[in-house]
């Protein structure tokens, strides 16, 4: 007499399985998704921003604005030489 099978021998296995691949595609999913809507276009941002950003333009905005406090908006500057 042989023995019997049991139906729902791998049952959990076979779910806990299933449920695994299923995170794992979701969570590969949802990086994919925040990086190509998020990161992407802020990177294209920046670079767009530094293409014409002239830095001496806003030093001298923020110095003349008085939110330096070691660069008075009245100081002229020193002149040093340039060797």
Do not use: W
Not at 28 to 39: E, I, M, N, P, T
């Amino acid at each position: 007499m042989c023995n019997p099978k049991f139906r729902m021998r791998h049952n959990h296995f076979y779910k806990s399985l299933k449920q695994i691949c299923f995170g794992i595609v979701l969570s590969l999913s949802a990086s994919g998704a925040c990086y190509v809507l998020h990161s992407l276009p802020r990177k294209e941002k920046y670079a767009n921003f530094y293409t014409n950003y002239d830095p001496m333009s806003s030093f001298t905005r923020m110095k003349e604005g008085g939110y330096l406090d070691s660069c008075p908006p009245t100081s002229k500057g020193h002149n040093f030489k340039q060797k």
